[in-house]
């Protein structure tokens, strides 16, 4: 069973930086970093994986946010930089036990999620 524990979420001003950590129990072949907002789907937008084309971001994040790992794969982040009103969302660590991950619906298992606010 994999166990997946956030932290790091909090509030910042347009233009900060936040750097998310999540705790990893388990084996997992896939790893990310999905957000939501209220009334709207749970997007994936950063996840680490095996072979060709990890890591992935979604657009809205590329050249802002960087995903990684600990050499012991027990912990992963989201370093957020340049952070803006529109990143404001309940991030949550996601895992795939086996297999790639380019959207929130490849994955198996989920953490309870951090809040993230930017305010203008």
């Known amino acids: 069973q994999v166990q997946l524990v956030e932290s790091g979420g909090g509030s910042v001003q347009t233009g900060g930086s936040l750097r998310l950590s999540c705790a990893i129990s388990?084996?997992?072949?896939?790893v990310g970093w999905s957000r939501q907002v209220p009334g709207k789907a749970r997007l994936l937008v950063a996840s680490l994986g095996t072979g060709y084309g990890y890591p992935y971001y979604a657009d809205s994040v590329k050249g802002r946010f960087t995903i990684s790992q600990d050499n012991a794969k027990n912990t992963m982040f989201l370093q957020m930089n340049n952070l803006k009103p529109e990143d404001t969302a309940m991030y949550y660590c996601a895992a795939r036990a086996w297999g790639h991950c380019r959207v929130d619906s490849d994955m198996d298992y989920w953490g309870k999620g951090t809040l993230v606010t930017v305010s203008s």
């Open positions: 388990g084996n997992t072949d896939c």
